[in-house]
């Protein structure tokens, strides 16, 4: 899947001072980090994967089709959606003399058909994508060999383990790639996931104990310095 994110455009005719505008990103998105945005100036919804943030589309339509979306900010709405066609899923389809209108389980929403939208629907418009929804999500601890620094992260299994490291250990440790990486005696290769890396995580289908406390502690990556300027 590319990874575009919300262009600067969708924000043109918005108040700067009126909605939380995303930094600059790309890649995946926790679902934790999609929870916390979770009002009307600061929505992202996903939708099949895609995290969508909403903030400015919802700053020029203060309307009852907002509702919905304000209600439903931070979570996931792929279930409003049709996996095949992409098109909101109609559970009424009345016929009038010049369109038909479309119903939502709960309320129609922004850009429904009938609802007056003459462009392109925010599901289907690029611009407001600033992500990808990481799915399957592990703890995973990070040692710094040279200092000692311990640091626990969720990571995706299945994403190439660069992308922590570009993404979210750069905040940790500017110069993380000076350092060659393992995981119980064995090389980790970043290019590849920790699935990849035969790094087992355990997970809720395992034969393991109920209780937190009785479970496997999560892997534990070790960094190690390397002294090559040139990473520096």
Known sequence: MSQPRARPEVYNDVDAREVARPPPRGGFILPDDLQRHCVSTDCWVSVYGRVYDLSPLLALNRNQLAVPLIENAGSDISHWFCPDTMQPQA?????????????????????????????????????????????????????????????????????????????????????????????????????????????????????????PAQRPPPPTILLHFEDDLLAI
């Open 91 to 211: 559970v009424a389809r009345v016929r009038s003399d010049t369109t038909e209108v479309y119903k939502h389980p709960n309320t129609p929403f922004l850009h429904v058909p009938g609802s007056g939208c003459t462009g392109t629907p925010w599901w289907r418009d690029a611009r407001y994508i600033v992500g990808e929804l990481a799915q399957s999500v592990a703890p995973v601890y990070f040692l710094n060999t040279l200092t000692g620094q311990k640091t626990a992260l969720h990571i995706p299994i299945d994403k190439p383990l660069k992308l922590v490291l570009d993404q979210q250990l750069k905040g940790a440790n500017s110069h993380a790639e000076a350092y060659t990486w393992s995981c119980r005696g064995r090389a980790v290769d970043l290019d590849k996931s920790l699935t990849q890396n035969d790094i087992h995580i355990v997970s809720d289908s395992d034969d393991v104990p109920c209780d």
